[in-house]
């Protein structure tokens, strides 16, 4: 019979049943090392005992109350959050894609504030944004938005690391009103926003009085090895979008702004009727308490060091390998070729990853990976894709 289940995923020939740390286990009872963290979401890993007990407190008090009432586990969180961020203010939703549609319309009311009917949004050549109308609009993916034209309008794109091209945006189209970049590029494949780059893309919004927004949905929460991506380069954003790992698994998205942007919203203006509940906030809490008692900025560079400098060794020289990249627990490996036949393969290897833009093999590992692990990763990816090079059509 085929399946109830809208056909929007190709889905691989596994169902896991259960987890413990890095390890997950399928239905049939196989064993697999999670590199994955189901797309950077599992930041404590699996069944993590402190979250495990913590979401077990909470559903026994208050899962849901609604935004029309006070919510202190909510307080706590923004609070906390603009802590690590050097934010002013925080708005919770559930996902990457709410997060982002936040900040573009918090881009859009600031420049209506400023006086500009029909304000422009700056965004990136293979960014990813997500799949609503206007982050899929904000995207630069053309099989992300094929078929559900008319896109949105208001976004100017421009390809990554371009000063001159950013720059030039300026001259150009006055209507501007922010530059939406991720400070890593996910999907877009491991690239890396560069450090003088972002630098310069906060001049140039000080200058024009742009609001810089970071897309740290997939980068932030510490995968990288500071609790934020962009705080590598050392630039501080007017807005940041986060979800994925903040609450290691439990369904949250937070927007964070300073300065102007933190109070460009009014009562009335956003609302999402789950968002900032008291169970994903609790599991945000305690996702960040655990990242932040247990020194896991720490290990998710040192596991990143690890992984990326056994690879680069492994892979010196290697016909078909361009380029092993990223930062701390996010690690990209670029081939020449077509990488997809990987994943299965590794799968049989019993270790779970993903590849994107076709020839980008990804880590995505939880920030608990211990050095074993780290280890058993690399022996086991190592030989796959020495052995998956040498039968691989030459590009
Ligand atoms: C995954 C992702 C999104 C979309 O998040 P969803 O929760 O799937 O809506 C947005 N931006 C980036 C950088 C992402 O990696």
Known sequence: MPSHVMNTYARLPIALSHGEGAWVWDTQGRRYLDALSGIAVNTLGHAHPRLVAALRDQVGKLIHTSNLY???????LA???????????????????????????????????RGIARP?????????????????????????????????????RVALNDVAALQAVADTHPDVVAVFVEAIQGEGGIQP?????????????DRQGWLLMIDEVQCGTGRTGKWFAHQWAGVKPDVIAMAKGLASGVPIGALLACGTAATTFGPGQHGTTFG?????CRAALETLAVIDEDGLLANAQARGEQIQQALRQAFAGTP?????RGQ??????????????????????????????????RLLPPLIFTQEQADLLVQALVPAVHGFLQTAPTP
């Open 70 to 76: 006070q919510i202190p586990l909510q307080e706590q």
């Open 79 to 113: 609070d906390r959050l603009c802590a690590l961020g050097g934010m002013d203010t925080a708005f919770f939703c559930n996902s990457g894609l709410e997060a982002n549609e936040a900040a573009i319309k918090l881009a859009r009311l600031h420049g209506h504030n």
């Open 120 to 156: 422009e949004i700056v965004v990136f050549e293979r960014a990813f944004h997500g799949r609503s109308l206007a982050t899929l609009s904000a995207t630069g993916n053309p099989k992300v938005q094929k078929g559900f034209e008319p896109l949105v309008e208001g976004f100017v």
């Open 193 to 205: 926003a560069q450090a003088d780059f972002l630098r310069a893309a906060r001049a140039l919004c």
């Open 276 to 280: 900032g509940n008291p169970l994903a």
């Open 320 to 324: 078909g390998v361009v380029e092993v």
């Open 328 to 361: 701390g627990l996010m690690i990209g490996i670029e081939l020449d070729c077509p990488a997809g036949a990987l994943v299965g393969q590794m799968l049989e290897r019993g270790v779970l990853l993903n590849v994107t833009q076709e020839r980008v093999i």
